[in-house]
Each structure stands twice: as C-alpha cells, then as structure tokens.
T-cell receptor, first 110, second 117 residues
Framework: AQSVSQHNHHVILSEAASLELGCNYS??????LFWYVQYPGQHLQLLLK??????LVKGIKGFEAEFIKSKFSFNLRKPSVQWSDTAEYFC????????FGAGTRLAVHP | SAVISQKPSRDICQRGTSLTIQCQVD?????MFWYRQQPGQSLTLIAT?????????ESGFVIDKFPISRPNLTFSTLTVSNMSPEDSSIYLC??????????????FGPGTRLLVL
C-alpha cells in the first residue's frame, strides 16, 4: 500500500541549529514528492518538490531536500533555523492523489 | 501563483444539518481536490472534483455524505451532509494550476474550520 511516513512528530531546536526532518515513502510508479509547511494561523504552503532529475532540490526560505531512491527517503534540511521557521511540516507524495505524512511540529526557540 | 479562496473560513453547526463550502480560484485549473484534516491529524483526500462530471471519491468517503460540484474550471463546492461531531475538521480544497510546469503540483486554499455541536 502507498504510504508516506514522517519520523519525528515534535522537534524543538534553538535558533541557528541545523534541521533535518525525515520522510520515507512507500509506493511504486512515478515518484512525486513534496514538502509543505503550515505556519501558525496560516494555510498550507508549498516548500519544495521533486519530480525527477537532480535529487537535491532547493525550496523557499533556505530549505532543501534530498531524494535518495535506495532509502526511499526525502528528508528536509535547513542549515540554520530561525524562530520564524516554527511551523508544522508535512511530507507528501503521489501522482495527482497526494498521500500526506503525519506531520512534524517544529518549535524554534530564540 | 494562484489565489485560492474558501468560504466560509469557519463555522459552528448543529448536528443533523448540512454545510456547503465553496472554493474559488482566480485562474483556470485542471484538477481540484477536497481534503479533510481532522484535529491533530494529517490531511486525507476526500475526492477529486471533476469538471462536468461526478466527483471521484476515495475509500471511506461517499457522495451522499460529501456531495461535490464543479460547474466550471475555477469553482467547486463540497457539502458536508447530515453532520455529526465526528465531522468537525478543517476542510481544504487544492488545485493543480495550468501555469505550473509540474502539472501534478497542488496548491492549497486557506481551509474551512468546521465545528459540529
């Protein structure tokens, strides 16, 4: 069965710390992978996406993600987080029909 | 990027009643979808809103409970029928705009927060 799993449900970091949020997918066929972010009180926004080509994709606000086919992973990274990165992050995958991971709540303390 | 609006933004309803949620996009889109986000949970796809034909529902969702309309390429409605407290959720529409080179990319509306008493 198709699935997307996120390893960390809650992450707490201090400003300037590095971030890596795990995401694993399990489905065959075309691999389209996304990271979305939901800031407090705001709607879901697209951070970045992978369809094909370079496995390292860069998104908005300094985020990047690496698609590793052998590990079925699409982890989200940021070298230095800011307080404004406090949000919930969702990994999603699929073709037309998106399957979402459970989400990771990130809290960044000043 | 596409501007997606939803009405109402939130509502409190009595059990047994129905609520229709509207989703409007400022440009034509190929696909429109409806998702549900239950409290503390992730997003689950309810159905794909097809223009000019019946919606395609996911397992666990039926037309009688969640009738959907899509009369044109920029507008869709989702009705939550005969509501119960278990229907309390955020309902979101998403679109696949024609301008994105990756046609399968979905952009989400602000959501409708529904509380059923």
């Amino acid at each position: 069965a198709q699935s997307v799993s996120q390893h960390n449900h809650h992450v707490i970091l201090s400003e300037a710390a590095s971030l890596e949020l795990g995401c694993n997918y399990s489905y065959g066929g075309t691999v389209n992978l996304f990271w979305y972010v939901q800031y407090p009180g705001q709607h879901l926004q697209l951070l970045l996406k992978y369809f094909s080509g370079d496995p390292l994709v860069k998104g908005i606000k300094g985020f990047e993600a690496e698609f590793i086919k052998s590990k079925f992973s699409f982890n989200l990274r940021k070298p230095s987080v800011q307080w404004s990165d406090t949000a919930e992050y969702f990994c999603a995958g699929g073709y037309n029909k998106l399957i979402f991971g459970a989400g990771t709540r990130l809290a960044v303390h000043p | 990027s596409a501007v997606i609006s939803q009405k109402p933004s939130r509502d409190i309803c009595q059990r047994g009643t129905s609520l229709t949620i509207q989703c409007q996009v400022d440009s034509q889109v190929t696909m429109m979808f409806w998702y549900r986000q239950q409290p503390g949970q992730s997003l689950t796809l309810i159905a794909t809103a097809n223009q000019g034909s019946e919606a395609t529902y996911e397992s666990g969702f039926v037309i009688d409970k969640f009738p959907i309309s899509r009369p044109n390429l920029t507008f869709s409605t989702l009705t939550v029928s005969n509501m119960s407290p278990e229907d309390s959720s955020i309902y979101l529409c998403s679109v696949q705009p024609t301008w994105d080179s990756h046609r399968e990319t979905q952009y989400f509306g602000p959501g409708t927060r529904l509380l059923v008493l």
